[in-house]
């Protein structure tokens, strides 16, 4: 009997034994187990992200749903004001002006020797103060009226004077509102015909009451997208000088830094006046076409029509181009189409056939 109980103890032990062991392995293995499930969802997460990464890779930015015509930059809406076209003084005792920096596009003609004179288009920034403005040309004139703007100036010449009274261009001219301090104003600092500055942030209401059109649909130029980042093609150029005459030149520096090219006027950076900030171009176009000096004072006759060589420079580049005059207005083109510009400001300057682009011009 004894040795029965004694057997039956044995066995239970086994028993005991071998449970316990059944156990222990169950524990051992059921956390790994659990380690290779979490890694399979781990791999599964990462395969997720690769994928929604290479989703959003693939997927182009969204073109903005309005673009200022002249800048080709994005706007918070569709703008149905009209544009101004602005006279402004580059004698040497004019600067710095006040606005550039504000200009969507600015022209750059010779006036009367070789002291250049601007028109400025303003339309996706009215800033408040612009100027000095200066007298009228014709030139200057059809340039504006190409871009169905309002023509802003201060005094002309008897006989353009009558032509645009007669309707050649809808305008506001200074020397009907001389230092009115509503429209115009002249300045304590400087000496006339230095001194007179428009408010063009009234200049709406002003030709509104005159009984001008202020509303306008602008054609857009030909701007790439402001997603293209597309390398621009031509030849390397940091930097162009263009020569008028001896004491007379004006010269454009690229600046990474600024992401547009920087513009010096006989060696003196061009700048707003008060703030020091630099006018920064994104495209400058340089035109050659005929000249013609039609009076004893020295007033020219430019052609803005006829078409001819020119360059542009762009993003640290230079490229031999062409213009016409495409819906009255000078044209960039590369091979019959319309050359793509950069979204931003753009200067285009207007240089005789004689001396010509080739000895005008020098870059590097």
């Given at each position: 009997?004894?040795?029965?109980?004694?057997?039956?103890?044995?066995?239970?032990?086994?028993?005991?034994?071998?449970?316990?062991?059944?156990?222990?392995?169950?524990?051992?293995?059921?956390?790994?187990?659990?380690?290779?499930?979490?890694?399979?969802?781990?791999?599964?997460?990462?395969?997720?992200?690769?994928?929604?990464?290479?989703?959003?890779?693939?997927?182009?930015?969204?073109?903005?749903?309005?673009?200022?015509?002249?800048?080709?930059?994005?706007?918070?809406?569709?703008?149905?004001?009209?544009?101004?076209?602005?006279?402004?003084?580059?004698?040497?005792?004019?600067?710095?002006?006040?606005?550039?920096?504000?200009?969507?596009?600015?022209?750059?003609?010779?006036?009367?020797?070789?002291?250049?004179?601007?028109?400025?288009?303003?339309?996706?920034?009215?800033?408040?103060r612009v100027g000095p403005v200066r007298s009228a040309r014709s030139y200057y004139i059809d340039t504006a009226n190409a871009h169905d703007a309002i023509y802003v100036y201060h005094g002309a010449a008897q006989f353009i004077e009558n032509d645009i009274q007669a309707g050649w261009i809808d305008n506001l001219n200074g020397a009907f509102h001389d230092n009115d301090g509503v429209l115009f104003e002249r300045s304590s600092d400087r000496r006339a015909p230095h001194n007179s500055y428009v408010f063009l942030d009234n200049a709406h209401n002003v030709a509104q009451d005159k009984g001008i059109d202020v509303e306008q649909s602008h054609d857009e130029l030909?701007?790439?997208?402001?997603?293209?980042?597309?390398?621009?093609?031509?030849?390397?150029?940091?930097?162009?000088?263009?020569?008028?005459?001896?004491?007379?030149?004006?010269?454009?520096?690229?600046?990474?830094?600024?992401?547009?090219?920087?513009?010096?006027?006989?060696?003196?950076?061009?700048?707003?006046?008060?703030?020091?900030?630099?006018?920064?171009?994104?495209?400058?176009?340089?035109?050659?076409?005929?000249?013609?000096?039609?009076?004893?004072?020295?007033?020219?006759?430019?052609?803005?029509?006829?078409?001819?060589?020119?360059?542009?420079?762009?993003?640290?580049?230079?490229?031999?181009?062409?213009?016409?005059?495409?819906?009255?207005?000078?044209?960039?083109?590369?091979?019959?189409?319309?050359?793509?510009?950069?979204?931003?400001?753009?200067?285009?300057?207007?240089?005789?056939?004689?001396?010509?682009?080739?000895?005008?011009?020098?870059?590097?």
């Amino acid at each position: 009997m004894k040795k029965s109980i004694w057997l039956w103890g044995i066995v239970l032990a086994v028993l005991l034994v071998a449970c316990s062991d059944g156990e222990n392995e169950s524990e051992q293995t059921q956390p790994e187990e659990e380690s290779t499930e979490e890694e399979t969802t781990d791999d599964e997460q990462q395969n997720d992200d690769n994928e929604q990464n290479q989703d959003e890779e693939e997927q182009e930015p969204e073109e903005p749903a309005f673009t200022y015509p002249l800048t080709g930059e994005e706007a918070d809406e569709q703008l149905d004001r009209r544009a101004f076209a602005v006279m402004i003084n580059n004698h040497p005792k004019a600067r710095p002006q006040t606005g550039l920096t504000e200009a969507d596009i600015v022209y750059e003609f010779l006036a009367e020797g070789y002291i250049t004179r601007l028109v400025a288009l303003y339309h996706s920034e009215i800033p408040e103060r612009v100027g000095p403005v200066r007298s009228a040309r014709s030139y200057y004139i059809d340039t504006a009226n190409a871009h169905d703007a309002i023509y802003v100036y201060h005094g002309a010449a008897q006989f353009i004077e009558n032509d645009i009274q007669a309707g050649w261009i809808d305008n506001l001219n200074g020397a009907f509102h001389d230092n009115d301090g509503v429209l115009f104003e002249r300045s304590s600092d400087r000496r006339a015909p230095h001194n007179s500055y428009v408010f063009l942030d009234n200049a709406h209401n002003v030709a509104q009451d005159k009984g001008i059109d202020v509303e306008q649909s602008h054609d857009e130029l030909n701007f790439r997208s402001v997603n293209n980042d597309e390398p621009i093609e031509g030849e390397t150029a940091e930097s162009a000088k263009i020569v008028y005459s001896s004491n007379r030149e004006v010269s454009y520096k690229y600046s990474a830094e600024h992401d547009g090219y920087l513009r010096y006027n006989d060696g003196e950076q061009t700048m707003e006046k008060g703030s020091g900030d630099p006018v920064v171009l994104q495209n400058v176009l340089i035109y050659e076409t005929g000249h013609q000096v039609i009076d004893d004072v020295g007033r020219r006759e430019i052609d803005i029509q006829s078409g001819g060589q020119g360059y542009a420079l762009q993003g640290g580049k230079l490229k031999e181009i062409q213009w016409e005059a495409v819906n009255d207005v000078m044209t960039p083109m590369v091979d019959g189409e319309p050359l793509s510009l950069i979204p931003g400001q753009t200067w285009v300057n207007v240089v005789p056939e004689s001396p010509g682009l080739i000895e005008a011009v020098t870059y590097e």
